[in-house]
């Protein structure tokens, strides 16, 4: 497997090809800010009292991914990063998303059973890196994750943290929330389901320090809910389905019509 191309000490990348481009995008977000009242519902992204003027919109947009996978999967009693769901590991599927997004590099935080999940990342271009402290919660892979993509590359813009168990997590996801980021200037973008926002998430780098220094069980929660003047958010109702005991699974295949195995092979 080749290796990520890496940034010298002098600031020259090796041989990775230049950043993808992206359009300016006419579009406005899925979830702008209305400067009317409107009904909100908690399945929807609320308005913002006063529009947050948009940052000045660059070229060049560089942002990595970081795929937290390091969970031991208690409730699901197996590894669910291995769980087969039409034919791909879970954790595969969120991986492949990735790679098929603007995204570079692409990190997979792992940390209980990371012998047994590692060989199915062999012959993707990822980094991975393990969590010593992942009995910790979700707050010590995203310190991992981070971590990760600040020392392979210095000049990134952003971070799309994103979890290995929501089935309908994609590149098209992805690009909305780098759309939205673009439309709105908010330093941070969250998907929306259930009533609140989640993962996964794009963080501009001014949030990098705060994500290296989070603690718990609940992540970036907190950042993600903060203040809205900093935060967008997006619609994304399917995101709320994730695969945490065997009855959430067999009930995802059963609905997507899925063919499920227990593990890969």
């Known amino acids: 497997m080749r290796e990520p191309d890496r940034e010298t000490g002098d600031g020259r990348q090796e041989t990775r090809p230049n950043p993808v481009v992206l359009p300016d995008i006419p579009s406005p977000v899925p979830c702008p800010p209305s400067p009317v009242p409107r009904p909100s519902s908690p399945n929807s992204c609320p308005p913002s009292p006063v529009p947050s003027p948009p940052s000045p919109v660059t070229a060049r947009f560089r942002f990595g991914a970081a795929i937290l996978a390091a969970g031991a999967s208690t409730r699901m009693g197996t590894p669910k990063q291995l769980l087969v769901l039409d034919g791909k590991p879970l954790l595969l599927r969120a991986v492949e998303a990735a790679l098929a997004s603007a995204a570079w590099p692409v990190v997979v935080v792992l940390g209980a059973n990371a012998e047994s999940i590692r060989p199915i990342l062999a012959r993707h271009p990822v980094l991975i890196t393990e969590n010593p402290a992942w009995a910790e919660g979700m707050a010590a892979s995203i310190r991992a994750g981070v971590t990760t993509l600040q020392q392979f590359s210095r000049s990134l813009d952003a971070a799309v943290i ?97 063919s499920q195995t227990n593990s890969c092979s």
């Open 162 to 258: 994103a979890l290995c168990d929501q089935p309908a997590f994609s590149a098209d996801v992805i690009a909305q929330l780098v759309m939205a980021q673009r439309a709105t200037g908010r330093s941070i973008v969250a998907a929306r389901y259930a009533g609140r926002n989640g993962a996964p998430a794009l963080f501009l780098r001014e949030h990098f320090s705060a994500l290296t220094s989070l603690t718990g069980e609940e992540g970036a929660r907190a950042l993600l809910n903060g203040n809205p003047a900093h935060v967008a958010c997006v619609d994304l109702p399917a995101l709320a389905v994730d695969l945490d005991t065997p009855e959430d699974f067999a009930a995802m295949a059963k609905r997507s019509g899925y």
